[in-house]
Nanobody, 127 residues
Framework: QLQLVESGGGLVQPGGSLRLSCTTP????????TGWFRQAPGKEREGLAC????????KHANSVKGRFTISRDNAKNTVYLQMNSLKSEDTAVYYC????????????????????WGQGTQVTVSS
């Protein structure tokens, strides 16, 4: 069973930046297309960004395009989400997810297409 571990969340002021990391201790993350989702209290889980297993395909949701960037370093077995110009509405629990069912990133991120999920990391944007 693929276990994903997120890190890098925390408290940041509006306008600030954070970089989230997602890794797996026992498997090769480079075999998996990987995505970042978030869920704020009382809201649906929202797909933010996707990157294919080799990094050749990426997609970003309109809500974060231009502010968030997904990337991966398969040599370090890690996928990143660089978040800039953070806003209070970005406050949520952020989840990493992985799948072998997607070879490229589709236009819309669908939660059910991802088979493996991390525990999540809290991001709070507040002054």
């Amino acid at each position: 069973q693929l276990q994903l571990v997120e890190s890098g969340g925390g408290l940041v002021q509006p306008g600030g930046s954070l970089r989230l990391s997602c890794t797996t201790p026992e498997f090769t993350l480079g075999y998996y297309t990987t995505g970042w989702f978030r869920q704020a209290p009382g809201k649906e889980r929202e797909g933010l960004a996707c990157i294919s297993h080799n990094g050749g395909s990426t997609k970003h949701a309109n809500s974060v395009k231009g502010r968030f960037t997904i990337s991966r370093d398969n040599a370090k077995n890690t996928v990143y989400l660089q978040m800039n110009s953070l806003k209070s509405e970005d406050t949520a629990v952020y989840y990493c997810a992985a799948t072998v069912r997607l070879a490229v990133c589709p236009t819309a991120m669908v939660r059910d297409e991802y088979d493996f999920w991390g525990q999540g990391t809290q991001v709070t944007v507040s002054s």
